[in-house]
């Protein structure tokens, strides 16, 4: 685990929120670093827990941030807190609107077909002097990465948002990012292209501030369920971490 970062059940996170994630992205872009970011919730560590090439790329790379409640409750039940929340969705917001105030190149990649284009349209609307080099929904799939990394390359983008869905994205950019070049922000950003091409809609804000965004997909989307079965076990885990460690800590 990188130095430094707060240990949830095995996955470091960097002692970020929102904006400060967002700065050092800045930061390390106005340097010319590379920034490979990871929005990781608790689905992403369960699966961490027993993938170690996903672990391995969450220990790689350059920003790892909690994008739900659950990782930033988590933290502080284990005694290692974390600042707060930094959704993709709101830190995708963060950096585009930077990225168009310094004049970045930005390409969208991934979600159905149309979406990425989509999205794109709306950002021009919202931005409009944001530079979208390029959005097309390509393909996570190992065997079409000469042709996906060829369309992104010949864009030329310094900032790639790539949407295929955790861990497809996170284990796309591992393969990839090196193959790109000219792009210094690579970022996992999930269903944001959706909401961005309105194809789903935005939480409403009260459902943010209590951190429910979870619930709120799940009711509009009952197929999610499965996916959703990992947070019981999370939780669990980390109620028997929290109980190991402060048994540890007792003096004997």
Known sequence: MAAGRADVLGVGFDRVGLRAAADAIAERLARGERAFVITANPEFIMLAR???ELAGIAHG????????????????????????????????DLVLARAARDGRAVFLLGGAPGIAE??????????PSLRIVGAGSGSPEPSRDAETVASVAAAAPEILLVAYGMPAQERWLARNLARLPTVRVAIGV????????GAVP????????FGLEWLWRLARDPR???RQRALPAFALLCVRARFARHRTDQPR
């Open 190 to 197: 999930g269903g944001t292209l959706d909401y961005l091409a």
């Open 118 to 127: 989509r999205a794109a349209d709306a950002l021009r609307a919202r931005h």
């Open 61 to 92: 790379a350059d920003l790892v941030v909690p994008d739900g409640t659950g990782v930033v409750l988590a933290a502080r039940l284990l005694g290692d807190p974390l600042p707060g929340r930094a959704p993709g969705r709101m830190l995708a």
């Open 224 to 226: 999610r369920w499965r």
């Open 50 to 52: 027993r993938d170690e």
């Open 202 to 209: 935005t939480p409403p804000r009260l459902v943010h501030a």
